[in-house]
């Protein structure tokens, strides 16, 4: 945006940033996706478990946070719900149901929502179900991974947009947990002061969220995709690159 470019710079490094940045947002969509087809898994089941499968049981404000300062949230997430349900035919599989059953079981219609309708369902869950979900994801508490998934969701959607993923920053921050303190990260005021709202802050949620089978192979694969980039070009040190994403030194020891 400023027009400015470092000095010495070439077309090739231009290319080579931009292709780094799309092998990364390649990587981590992959993962995102793995914890969002979980959640919407864990989500529907616990919801079912409790309520039942008929679409009626989502679309009742009675079975949603009863706190005042959410009432308007709840109204507009169930009018989202029973569109898709009841009014939208983009997806055959809503169709099918609607046709045959009259009825739009919730594991169904989270196949046709966002992650950001999936968190705000999470958020506006009641404490026990909220608990139950977050209980599969071991040092995560319920607030925790509310928290969490609105910045996921953020860099979800830059995934999926193409827009710039290595430098981006939301307004968001994720909990201060174990992970931080375990890798000595430094702090600005009460806060971390990486690790929060960069791309090393998804690093650190997927820590929690993904099986450590998965969370090994991102992190060998976040190392050779900086290392690729490193051998195209010099016009940015891998120190440029892991202070704009926010990787302090240690971050293999996650």
């Known amino acids: 945006t400023t027009k400015k470019f470092k000095d010495g710079t070439r077309f090739e490094d231009v290319l080579a940033l931009y292709k780094f940045d799309e092998n990364l947002r390649e990587l981590f969509l992959k ?14 089941y616990y919801f079912c478990e409790k309520y039942g499968e008929n679409q009626s049981f989502y679309l009742d404000e009675r079975n949603f946070s009863i706190y005042p300062k959410y009432k308007s ?35 169904v219609l989270f196949h046709g929502t966002t992650f950001g309708t999936l968190s705000k369902f999470y958020m506006l ?20 991974l509310g928290q969490s998934l609105k910045v996921l969701t953020k860099f979800r959607n830059v995934c999926a947009h193409n827009e710039r993923l290595f430098s981006y920053k939301t307004r968001n921050d994720i909990p201060n ?43 060998n694969r976040i190392v050779r995709v900086i290392d690729t980039y490193l051998d195209q070009t010099h016009a940015l040190s891998k120190k440029d690159i892991m202070y704009a994403m926010g990787f302090p030194e240690n971050w293999l020891m996650l």
């Open 177 to 219: 947990l174990q992970a931080h303190k375990f890798l000595k990260l430094p702090k600005k005021g009460h806060n971390y002061a990486v690790g929060t709202h960069d791309l090393f802050a998804v690093v650190i949620i997927l820590k929690y969220m993904l099986s450590a089978a998965d969370f090994c192979k991102l992190k």
């Open 125 to 144: 869950m009641t404490q026990d179900l909220q608990f139950k979900v977050s209980k599969e994801f071991y040092g995560l508490s319920e607030k925790q």
């Open 73 to 107: 949230d709840v109204q507009r997430l169930i009018g989202e719900l029973d569109k898709l349900a009841n009014k939208n035919s983009d997806y055959a599989y809503l169709n099918h149901h609607r046709n045959l059953y009259q009825n739009v079981p919730l594991w």
């Open 31 to 44: 993962y995102l996706l793995k914890v969002e087809r979980h959640l919407r898994s864990l989500i529907s």
